[in-house]
Structures are given as C-alpha cells and as structure tokens.
C-alpha cells in the first residue's frame, strides 16, 4: 500500500491511501500521479471546508438580520443600497425584488434618512425619523471601514421609539401644564417682593433678602419660559418656513452677542466659506439656536478666551460651527448633553444659572428642519458645536 497525507498550508487535512491485495510495486510515475491527486484532494477539502464555514456564517448573519426587529440599511460610500433586512423592506414598503445596487434616494423617498446616511463623521451618530403614518424612528448610522481604515459604505439602524416619544410628549405637556400653573403665583412673588422697599424702609439685611428672593423668583420664571418655550417649538409645525441666508442670520446674531462677549473679555471671530446656499426655515428658530450655542461658548470661555464662529458648505449642508477655547466638556458629559435639563456640574459661571435646556432646544431646532447639531470637546482646551442644515434646494429640503 502506498499512504499519502492531505496537507493544505501546512494543515494535516486527512491521508489517502492505496492498497493492493496482491504484491505491488509503486512506479515513480503510479507515486507522482497519487501525490499530485492527494494535493488537489487537499486543495478541494480545503476548499469545502472555507464555502461550509462562511456559508455558515452567512446564513447565521442573514437569520439575525431577519429576526432583528429593527431595520438595517448598508449601502456604499455613494449610497447605493448593498443589503436592506426584511424589517427594512417592510417599513419603506420595497419591493420582494432584489434591489442591491440602486440609489437609496430612488427606493426610499425620505429626505431625513439621505440626510442621516450622508453624514460623513466616522462616530455613530444618532437621527430622529418622522414617517408620514405618525411613527418615529430613531436612526442611529455609523461608517463601515476595511482593515486599511478606507470607508467601505454607511450602516443605519432604525429602531420604532414611537412609545418612548409618545411618553416623552406626556412628560412635556405634564411638566408645561404644571410649569403654566406656577406663572401666576411666581409673578405675584415678583411683584410683591419688588414692592417691599417701597412700602417700608428696610434695613440693609432686609433689603439684600428681597434682592435675593426677586433675583431666585427671575431665575424660576426663566426656567418656566423655557419649558414653555420648548414645547412651542416642538409643536409648531413649519409656521414662518422662508428661504434665509444662513450666513446672514448669522452676523446679525452674532453683532447681537459681540456686547457681552466684549464685556467678558472675549474675542469673537468670524468667517464664511466663498459660496454658502441659503436655508430654509423658520428665522427666529434659527436665530435662537445660533445665538444659543455663540452665547453657551462666551460664557463657558474665561476672559481673554476666542470664540470662532464658522459657517461652510459640506455636500448639501449649510454648516455653522462654533468653537471656543473654554472649559471643555468630558466625554461622559459629551454624550449626555443634549438631553432635557442635563447641566454639568461644578461649572456655573458667575451669576449665569441656566435651565438645562439650551441645548435641548437646539437639537429640537435642527431637527425640525431636517439637520442635527454635534459636538467635539477637550476637557480644559475647549470645544467645537455643529449645527448643520440642509441647504435649500438640497435632498434635505423640507420646504
Ligand atoms: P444651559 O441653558 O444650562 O446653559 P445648555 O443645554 O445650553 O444648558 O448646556 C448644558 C450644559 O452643557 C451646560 O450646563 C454646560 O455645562 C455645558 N456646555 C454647553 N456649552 C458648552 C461649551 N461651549 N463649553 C463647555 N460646556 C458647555
């Protein structure tokens, strides 16, 4: 008998062997031919064995993607679809057809989910998608990268928080209503408090206790405006929608924050790309979130301190950044930030107290006209806002 291994890149894979039940003597020819034969038998094994194993992991991917309830959508880096999961096709209603290769825009008519998918940073970031049936989905989309770092495409899971927005919106209206209530009594403190001194001559204790007591009521009626506040602006639906240029809107705010700036010590700067396309949009919406986010990097910049504010044009959006040289923010305050009422702590700056909702109502802002806001930030070196816009006439235009 002659006994040959099956050896595939230095893998023992199996043995062949032949035998004669008579006497035999192996030729060099009868050795050659049984040695080249073991060697594609190993190639062939070897072969099976990889098609098993990745047809294996196949099809365990493709059970998952089938189980998931929620959607998944990878397309390319040019955004033609590579793989939607059948909760996918279910919730855009696409056809059973294979539909790999064409333009998501031409499949899916959703000018939020272009928007989300076209956001080119490498983080995962999240998107709120509005359907027109009244479902809200939460997009969260991220790039897919090869080993050598080059982007292979855009990865965007959507998950129904129709419920959670639905208790959200309770919570609101129930915090409003209550906030609405407290109106009448804050303002009758109000008054009263600021009467004091001119009913009686107080002493100087007395009259720094009145102060107190005006400037804690001032400060809970600001907080009270702003809940109402944001609950106008998440109920309002496009009201005084127009064409604005974005770069405009911008100077004047910022001309409006150069005061305090100056009287803090702060220098602000700004400049402009060559060719900005205008927005569209609700203008004093707009003008609220720019002034918000230029007048959180003054007050969070010590004096001496720059705020940059910038606005460019990347791919179809219009965006503002603005970046401070200030206290900066950690990264577990970073991913917290632009939820309701979340302030940092320890990083009240003089007499300014805020609401918390600042940010709240810029991440409402921008997502009413179909864009988003991010941050970069250094804790102790300062920090970078984005707001990005879809420019008029883009795939993101709402008007
Ligand atoms: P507020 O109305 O209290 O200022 P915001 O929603 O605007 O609330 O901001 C939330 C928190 O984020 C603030 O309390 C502050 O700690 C932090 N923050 C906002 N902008 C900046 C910034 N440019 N630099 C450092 N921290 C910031």
Redesign the pocket.
């Known amino acids: 008998m002659i006994a040959l291994p099956l050896l595939h890149e230095a893998n023992l894979l199996g043995g062949l062997w032949l035998g004669y039940s008579a006497s035999h003597h192996f030729s060099p020819e009868e050795s050659n031919l049984l040695t080249t034969l073991a060697g594609q038998a190993a190639v062939a094994v070897a072969n099976a064995r990889l098609f098993e194993t990745s047809e294996g992991g196949r099809q365990q991917l493709a059970a998952i993607l089938t189980a998931t309830p929620d959607a998944v959508i990878v397309t390319d880096s040019r955004l033609r679809i590579l793989l939607l999961n059948p909760a996918a096709k279910d919730l855009f209603e696409l056809p059973e057809e294979d539909i790999r290769g064409r333009r998501i825009n031409e499949m899916i008519h959703h000018p939020q989910l272009a928007v989300a998918l076209r956001a080119s940073d490498e983080r995962t970031s999240a998107h709120e998608i509005k359907l027109a049936d009244g479902r809200t989905f939460s997009a969260s989309t991220s790039s897919i990268f090869r080993q050598d770092g080059s982007i292979i495409g855009r990865l965007a899971v959507l998950r129904d928080v129709t419920d959670f927005k639905q208790l959200d919106r309770q919570k609101t209206d129930a915090i409003a209503a209550v906030s609405h209530d407290l109106k009448n009594p804050l303002s009758l403190m109000h008054g009263y408090a600021t009467m004091l001194p001119m009913v009686g001559k107080l002493n100087v204790r007395q009259r720094e206790f009145s102060k107190k007591i005006v400037v804690g009521v001032e400060q809970m009626s600001k907080l009270i405006e702003d809940v109402l506040d944001l609950q106008r602006i998440e109920s309002i639906l496009g009201s005084d929608w127009e064409t604005h240029r974005f770069e405009e809107l911008t100077q004047n705010v910022l001309e409006e924050a150069r005061p305090t700036a100056i009287a803090k010590g702060i220098q602000l700067e700004y400049s402009l790309a060559d060719e900005i396309r205008p927005v569209s949009g609700d203008e004093s919406l707009l003008r609220r979130a720019i002034r918000?986010l230029i007048d959180?990097?003054v007050?969070?910049t010590k004096a001496g301190g720059t705020v940059r504010v910038h606005v460019d044009m990347r791919a179809d959006d219009v965006v503002l950044s603005v970046t401070?040289n200030?206290?900066?923010?950690s990264r577990a305050d970073q991913d917290r930030?632009f939820e309701r009422f979340?302030?940092?702590s320890g990083?009240q700056d003089g007499e300014y107290v805020?609401?918390?909702?600042?940010?709240?109502f810029v991440k409402s802002i921008s997502e009413r006209h179909g864009g988003r806001v991010w941050l970069e930030?250094q804790l102790g070196q300062g920090?970078t806002?984005f707001l990005s816009l879809p420019a008029s006439g883009g795939e993101g235009d709402q008007s």
Request: aromatic fraction near 12%; glycine fraction near 24%.
């Open positions: 918000h959180n990097g007050r969070y401070d200030g206290v900066g923010i930030l979340y302030r940092v990083q805020g609401s918390g909702l600042g940010l709240t930030s920090s806002f």
